[in-house]
């Protein structure tokens, strides 16, 4: 199998775990404290990939201004982009459903397109990175894609645009690991670097200002500190397994 077709295959892979989400959404009315504790497990999983898969290697062979400036970046392009999507949806109070949902959807496809680009990355350095990528994203990706899903129940979105929606959660990943791969297989190390620390202060600026945020906002749950400890603990015994083969 030559290498686009193997990150691909990692990339659909990725997708197709995330989807899972979907389908448990439309069944199922889970309480707001089992998707409180979701979000915290998936937040501590993006948290333990910034901090044992990303940062590590860029800190280790990029310049330390240009992995710091990165970071700083990427942090303050979640920031804009979350400042955005705050306006459009106020901007948008007084029309339809549609329309409110449209603005925060906007903003998780953004965050699923950037996860994509940090498999693609990973799989121009390895193969194995790529995969280990593509699996701890998807397991923090796919209670966003239930949560995602049952608010637009919730909101009253049909069934044909909800199915659209879940067909953008696969595009959007496949397309941002295509993406990632191909424009970036042949630059140089540097170059790659620095846009792997750039995705490291967007994610876990996610982390902090979205994710957990957003699982405390009807006040925290009792083992919220566990659920985030055991995504960390997954993912390291992960990197760890990966790591002895």
Known sequence: MNDFLL????????????YLGVPVAERFDVPQRAVSGALQFAAG?????VAFSLMPPAVRAGSYLWVVLG???GGVL???LEYASARALSGSAGSNEGSVSLGLYIGILVDLLIDGVVIGIGATLTPETGLLLALGLAISTAPLAFVTTATARQQGVSAERRRLLSYLFVAAIVGGAMLG????????????IILVALASGFLITMVTQGMIPEANKEGEPGFAGILFVSGLSLYLLMSL???QN
């Open 7 to 18: 990150v691909l295959a990692i990339a659909t892979l990725a997708a197709g775990l995330t």
């Open 45 to 49: 999983i993006i948290t333990a990939i």
């Open 71 to 73: 970071f700083f970046t």
């Open 78 to 80: 979640y920031v804009i």
């Open 181 to 192: 791969y191909l424009v970036l297989r042949n630059r140089s190390l540097e170059a790659r």
């Open 241 to 243: 397994g990966f790591g």
